[in-house]
């Protein structure tokens, strides 16, 4: 069975997990290095990226992270997709660089702002609903991005290689479609790897 772990820094780690369970892998919420060795695939759960990429940094996740993301999938959400992003917009440094886009933090507005809408995903469904709460924007991408999804003319969602982000939560939902999408990416990469 796949073992996919969940980042277990801050945000919605337990939804994740039931997401990922529920779409046939094994999902362990990450808390030490070294429990990403045994993993096929890593997600990035929302939360808050500041906080986030100080507890990254104080648990010494960085360079670890960067060498899980050379060849095993990561699924970044909300601030997951902020720091899987190679430039934000106003900051002069990004976090783990790894896919080619520019992200705007807070894009949609403050918590009071949250809202759900339906969204069209390339190779997800037609129908999928979007929590958007404090979310960020794609503003830009570069010519290796997939874009799956926007929103009001916004990207909300992507993919480069074996990377996948959301701006939005999906675990926050019944559907898990996206977590099956991601489950589905972990497979294929673990066969190509093998």
Known sequence: MLKIGVLALQGAV???????????????????VEELEDLDGLVMPGGESTAMRRLIDKYLFLEPLKEFAKNK???????????MAKRI???????????????ERNAFGRQVDSFEADLMIHGVGEDFTGVFIRAPFIVEVGPEVEILSKHNDRI???????????????????DHRLHQYFVKMVQSNKEVVA
């Open 14 to 32: 337990q939804e994740h997990v039931k997401a990922i369970e529920a779409s046939g892998a094994q999902a362990i919420a990450v808390k030490r």
């Open 73 to 83: 999938p990561i699924f970044g959400t909300c601030a997951g997709l902020i720091l």
């Open 89 to 103: 917009q106003g900051q002069d440094t990004a976090h783990l660089e790894l896919i080619d886009m520019t992200v």
């Open 156 to 174: 909300v969602a992507a993919k480069q290689g074996h990377f996948l982000c959301a701006a939005f939560h999906p675990e926050l939902t019944d």
